[in-house]
């Protein structure tokens, strides 16, 4: 009787599995049904948990129509006596479940049926499918060899769950399925196991869970037992656990905000992907993983790991130097670059302006020069508002065409050993731009450090600097301002006019000690001196050379005297421009000659410092002549009879000798920046010591006839 029950149990549950290929879902419900208090009645656990899984699979059908998608493994026999269920299970491509689906729309069945489903008691509601998963799945796990059926049903049970949004109950299935123990199993066999189990912690939306054993299918891809290593497919799988583990390949997702995900895990992946990449026989994929790790994770690396990271970065750059290009992968997935932002890290860009002498100036007209000329309006708010944004990222300056122009970088090194950084310049656009690189080594992590980058705009028009490029550990990057983090910047777009002529004077007086500092707050490109007597007149002969490219074609002199306190007679400065002039146009590396006449007179009379110390001994007054040096006969005095204490403590301060000082301003212009109306000033300081030609010694009174 016994027997007789437990083959009529698994009769049912066959003729079952048959109803259910055939599209009879009714039929098969109540077959299982039967299958299922037959064999629990004997305690035929293989059969009962096969029974159950089958009206699990057809109420599944009913609830969910649409299937539970995904692919699963197929599934090994058992033996002969597991011939019958083995049938319901082997199923190529998709699963069960799927295959059913198609089963009954190819058999012209609705896959609705009809309202006597609906009515059918023998289906499980949603909830008691997962109980009878649940049931179905303890049965298994009192057979050794029933791991692998096991393993479907858990499979089975976590898809539904996931369809049902209970992500907590299908872990626990999922966590059942990872202890299941397995025998016999090919390495292919093991990736396949852990690939579906990443693929379900994936689906309930455990994306660090689904990371980890992605990893765990990509490191039995090169397990040691297999004798040829599938490293392709190794990094493939390890590329595919970056998003559980919030890793991104593209740089710029970790230049905002703060850092996500473990360091330390991130770190081990990105050691691991270097050395797949290895033994893949790629050298161009492990410097730019190198690259993103060291770029990426420099905060959370130790002082030895940066060491060692950097050795590693530089042998490989040795055989293939890291760049710019995207790097394509076979799948064609597309690796962008990835360019040293804190190597060294940039904290301001500032752009500077021309040296004074070779600033241009624009020639001044009668609008406004924050009016445009087009415009026939003398002021317009439209044109004010539509450029203020356009005017606050623009430089009050500009750039001359051919001129070298300057860029001050403050840089900080953040690496615990020296660091090297070879052919540094700009980036612009806008312009074409002769960058002209540099070379600089910072100590180890060094303060703010000043670094100055030049280049030559070649043409006219607008130029933005958008960022400099390096050379650092064999890696070549661009690095774009927009892309770094707390940058102060003063303006990255300034106005290249057209090309001037450069002007360069030398005289024939030696430069002076004084510094001349004009009202105007110009700066006074050289300073020269000379010592005159009263009523002296002495030549001033200056070479104007054009050390410029463009010929110099015009010229305009002033004069204006500074810090006069005296009364002066006569002209002090005089020149003949018509001389000088006649030389022009100045072709580069031509020299031309401008003198100009310095003609000192002074009042020196009833000053009383130089009549205090005149003895009245009875002799007449005498005249110095003007070859005897004055000093001689002024310093003995000063130092053997000073006036008083605070003046003998001035060496070499004399009251009686007066000062003047001048300035020379020269205006030229020519080539294309003339046409523009550009022009430049060159200015000349000149400080002139005067000493009175006669001096009276002694004074004698005569006695009256």
Same mark, same amino acid.
């Given at each position: 009787r016994h027997y007789k029950k437990r083959c009529q149990g698994r009769m049912r549950k066959h003729v079952g599995d048959l109803c259910l290929q055939a599209g009879m879902l009714q039929d098969?419900?109540?077959?299982?049904?039967?299958?299922?208090?037959?064999?629990?009645?004997?305690?035929?656990?293989l059969w009962l948990g096969a029974a159950l899984e089958g009206l699990c699979s057809a109420s599944v059908i009913y609830h969910y129509p649409g299937g539970t998608g995904g692919k699963i493994g197929s599934r090994r026999a058992q033996g002969g006596s597991h011939s019958a269920e083995a049938g319901n299970r082997h199923r190529?491509?998709?699963?069960?479940?799927?295959?059913?689906?198609?089963?009954?729309?190819?058999?012209?069945?609705?896959?609705?049926?009809?309202?006597?489903?609906?009515?059918?008691?023998?289906?499980l509601s949603p909830e008691d499918?997962?109980?009878?998963?649940?049931?179905?799945?303890?049965?298994?796990?009192?057979?050794?060899?029933?791991?692998?059926?096991?393993?479907?049903a858990c499979v089975k049970a976590v898809r539904v769950l996931a369809i049902q949004k209970r992500s907590m109950e299908a872990s626990e299935f999922l966590q059942n399925a990872v202890y299941i123990n397995l025998r016999q199993l090919s390495e292919e066999e093991k990736i396949q196991r852990y690939s579906i189990l990443s693929e379900l912690y994936e689906r309930i939306g455990f994306h660090r869970k689904s990371a980890?054993?992605?990893?765990?299918?990509?490191?039995?891809?090169?397990?040691?037992?297999?004798?040829?290593?599938?490293?392709?497919?190794?990094?493939?799988?390890?590329?595919?656990?970056?998003?559980?583990?919030s890793l991104s390949l593209d740089p710029k997702d970790f230049s905002k905000g703060t850092h996500r995900g473990w360091a330390a895990v991130q770190m081990r992946l990105l050691h691991e992907l270097v050395y797949a990449s290895r033994r893949m026989g790629n050298p161009a994929l492990c410097v730019r993983h190198l690259s993103f790790l060291l770029q990426t994770m420099l905060d959370f690396l130790s002082d030895q790991e940066k060491k060692d990271v950097t050795q590693s970065l530089e042998s490989y750059t040795a055989k293939c130097p890291g760049t710019m290009e995207f790097i394509t992968l076979p799948d064609g997935l597309k690796l962008p670059p990835v360019p040293f932002t804190k190597l060294p890290i940039v904290r301001s860009v500032k752009l500077l302006n021309l040296p004074t002498s070779l600033r241009p100036h624009k020639m001044k007209s009668l609008l406004g020069q924050n009016v445009s000329t087009k415009s026939p309006f003398i002021y317009s708010p439209i044109i004010a508002h539509s450029r203020g944004e356009e005017r606050s990222k623009k430089i009050d300056f500009q750039w001359v065409q051919g001129d070298v122009c300057e860029v001050q970088l403050m840089v900080y090194n953040p690496m615990p050993f020296e660091l090297r950084v070879e052919n540094m310049g700009l980036l612009t656009t806008g312009v074409e731009f002769e960058s002209l690189p540099a070379a600089l080594s910072l100590p180890a992590e060094s303060?703010?450090?000043? /670094?100055? +980058?030049?280049?030559?705009? $070649?043409?006219?028009?607008?130029?933005?600097?958008?960022?400099?490029?390096? =050379? %650092?550990? &064999?890696?070549?990057?661009?690095?774009l301002l927009d892309n770094l983090p707390g940058l102060k910047t003063n303006g990255c777009t300034v106005e290249v006019i057209p090309a001037l002529p450069r002007l360069q004077i030398s005289t024939s007086l030696p430069r002076s000690a004084h510094t001349l500092q004009p009202s105007s707050g110009d700066e006074i490109s050289t300073n020269v001196s000379v010592q005159l007597y009263n009523g002296e007149t002495q030549q001033l002969i200056i070479k104007l050379e054009n050390i410029g490219t463009e010929p110099l074609e015009k010229l305009e002199v002033t004069a204006k005297t500074v810090n006069i306190k005296e009364k002066l007679y006569g002209d002090f400065l005089s020149w003949n421009l018509e001389d000088t002039l006649s030389q022009f146009p100045l072709k580069p590396g031509k020299i031309a000659t401008f003198t100009v006449n310095i003609k /000192?007179? +002074?009042?020196?009379?009833? $000053?009383?410092?130089?009549?205090?110390?005149?003895?009245?001994?009875?002799? =007449? %007054?005498? &005249?110095?002549?003007?070859?005897?040096?004055?000093?001689?006969?002024?310093?003995?005095?000063?130092?053997?009879?000073?006036?008083?204490?605070?003046?003998?403590s001035?060496?070499?301060?004399f009251?009686?000798?007066?000062?003047?000082?001048?300035?020379?301003?020269?205006?030229?212009?020519?080539?294309?920046?003339?046409?523009e109306g550009y022009y430049r000033n060159l200015s000349l300081g000149l400080h002139v010591e005067v000493e009175p030609s006669v001096f009276f010694t002694r004074v004698s009174t005569l006695p009256a006839t």
């Open positions: 098969s419900l109540v077959h299982y049904h039967m299958a299922v208090e037959l064999l629990r009645s004997v305690n035929d656990f190529p491509g998709k699963d069960g479940i799927s295959f059913l689906c198609c089963a009954l729309t190819s058999n012209g069945i609705n896959a609705d049926t009809s309202a006597e489903i609906g009515r059918a008691k023998n289906c499918i997962i109980d009878k998963y649940k049931e179905a799945i303890s049965y298994y796990g009192k057979y050794k060899n029933a791991g692998v059926i096991e393993l479907e980890f054993f992605k990893r765990i299918a990509a490191m039995q891809c090169a397990a040691p037992s297999i004798p040829e290593p599938g490293w392709r497919a190794c990094y493939k799988l390890l590329l595919e656990t970056l998003p559980g583990y303060g703010l450090y000043p /670094v100055t +980058l030049v280049g030559v705009p $070649q043409t006219t028009g607008q130029i933005t600097v958008n960022g400099y490029h390096t =050379s %650092v550990f &064999g890696v070549f990057s661009d690095c /000192v007179k +002074l009042d020196f009379s009833c $000053q009383e410092n130089l009549l205090q110390d005149l003895s009245d001994d009875g002799i =007449s %007054v005498s &005249g110095l002549p003007l070859s005897s040096p004055f000093r001689q006969v002024v310093k003995p005095r000063v130092e053997t009879k000073p006036i008083n204490p605070q003046e003998s001035k060496v070499g301060d009251s009686h000798v007066k000062t003047l000082e001048a300035i020379l301003n020269f205006k030229y212009s020519g080539g294309p920046g003339h046409i």
